[in-house]
């Protein structure tokens, strides 16, 4: 039926899926979406493997792989960055707004910073929606 390598990258796959959901669960308190790229050509890239990995491998393997692919990429598609009322999250992982420490808005460039566990971070926002994060930013500066 397959080796060990396949077992254990079907586990890997089992652990992807299980963190996607995770994160597109803490993807919905996004209030405000950020730019956050081209989603859809990296979930295209996930579909695309599965493509491929589905004349990779035989039997059962093959259609486990090949769904779980599948999953993967459309999770991923649902993963958003953005601004709650809980804090910032950045691809379905919330800082609250304690660790965000300060924050900062440029409205020059439709940017709001602040400092991540291991490196400044940076979201880029519509103009238009500046003055809704502006206000959701106000209002956790009052629950520091």
């Known amino acids: 039926m397959g080796n060990l390598g396949d077992y254990i990258f079907c586990a890997m796959d089992l652990i992807i899926i299980l ?6 669960k803490v993807s919905k308190l996004v ?3 950020a730019k956050a790229g081209n989603k859809f ?8 493997v599965a493509a491929l990995s589905f004349f990779q491998y035989e039997g059962v393997l093959r259609y486990i792989q090949t ?6 990429g459309t999770l991923f598609y649902f993963v958003k960055s953005g601004i709650s009322e809980k804090g910032i999250i950045m691809t379905g992982v919330l800082s609250d707004w304690k660790k965000c420490g300060k924050i900062k808005m440029n ?7 602040f400092n991540g566990k291991t490196r400044p971070v940076k979201l880029y926002f519509e103009k238009e929606q500046l003055n809704a994060v502006r206000d959701i930013l106000n209002h956790s500066n009052k629950k520091k």
């Open 19 to 24: 963190l996607l959901i995770q994160w597109v």
């Open 31 to 33: 209030k405000i979406e």
């Open 41 to 48: 050509v990296f979930s295209a890239m996930f579909y695309l």
């Open 67 to 72: 769904i779980s692919l599948i999953i993967i």
């Open 107 to 113: 409205y020059t460039n439709g940017c709001v910073s």
